[in-house]
């Protein structure tokens, strides 16, 4: 199958990835059911986090089981387990939504706390970033942020970009996703998006009791197709519970177990 051109890119320090359409060859999904059950005989959970990175970028065999491809690239790189939710709540969420819940349960499976909530300043300005085809910005108050397109005619917009952002961001060879700043091993761009998802931007903070928060986009018709993009600030603790959308409320709604919340 060839997938239409797709665009990804992450702001921290100002740079972009770009990603270029691809043939894919859609396998069986007893493909996906062997590596899985291969993966399974892993001696140990091994999470990687920043400046620790994936050997290599992780082959996306199905193109319509892309959460499956997730939940397999976790298991054969890292030794995770399944991302554990409701998949017929989720889907009644928005795209942004989901993009939250997934870049969440991404931090929170690896052991780092997750944003507490989407304010509905930050989804503004993710979701004009998005219809933009740009990374969003705050004026400089940003941590960090990421933007992707994704498949017009596939649907699982949230599912592609999480798993372009989290496994398929490095050097090549790349398989559906290009990543323009990394073209070789040991650019500064190779897992950008990766690391922004996975970043600790409260460790040494000082002023108020703070906590990580987030505002998500997406946009289904721009000039690169469907586009999602996500900012990620440091807040103090008093605007995340004012947001509409929290944390506590998607790990309710969607039956996330409490060893995947993150919360205490």
Known sequence: ???????????????????????????????????????????????????????????????????AAINAARSVQEGLGPLHFDTARFV????????????????????LYPAMAMLTRLDSIAAAAARRDQDPTDNGKGFSSIWSSAPSSLGQYSFFADFGWMYDDGPPPQYIFRNIDCTKIGQAGCWGHRDNILSNPLKGWRGCPSELVTGTGFALRTSDGPSLAQIFEVACTTQAKTAAFTWPFAVSYLHIPASQAGLR
Do not use: C, W
């Open 1 to 67: 199958m060839l997938l239409p051109s797709l665009i990804m890119s992450f702001l921290r320090g100002s740079r972009r990835l770009r990603i270029a359409g691809v043939t894919v060859l859609v396998l069986a999904l007893g493909a996906l059911s062997t590596i899985g059950t291969n993966a399974g005989a892993l001696a140990r959970t091994h999470p990687l986090l920043p400046p620790h990175e994936p050997h290599s970028n992780y082959r996306l065999a199905n193109v319509d089981k892309v959460l």
């Open 92 to 111: 009644t969420l928005s795209v942004s939504e989901q993009v939250f819940v997934l870049s969440n349960l991404e931090r929170t499976t690896r052991g």
